[in-house]
């Protein structure tokens, strides 16, 4: 079974683990990819920075991590 995403991971390593979750970001209007502080900052801090809920984007991510295996 594949690795579980939580809010606390950093962006690029959710992204490394899981290049899908890259469709996640954008659909919560996230460029996180793009962004300098996805090197250092984790999912929850990012999208409570943008005003999303960082649970829902983790079960979102987690979804397509199951979907997929």
Do not use: W
Not at 14 to 19: A, E, M, R, S
Request: aromatic share 6%.
């Amino acid at each position: 079974m594949a690795q579980k995403i939580t809010k606390d991971m950093n962006i690029m390593d959710i992204v490394q683990t899981c290049p899908e979750s890259v469709a996640v970001f954008q659909k919560y209007g996230l460029g996180c990819i793009g962004c300098a502080a996805a090197r250092f900052e984790n999912l929850e801090a990012g999208a409570r920075v943008h005003g999303f809920d960082p649970d829902a984007m983790v079960d979102d991510i987690n979804a397509i991590i199951e979907a997929n295996s």
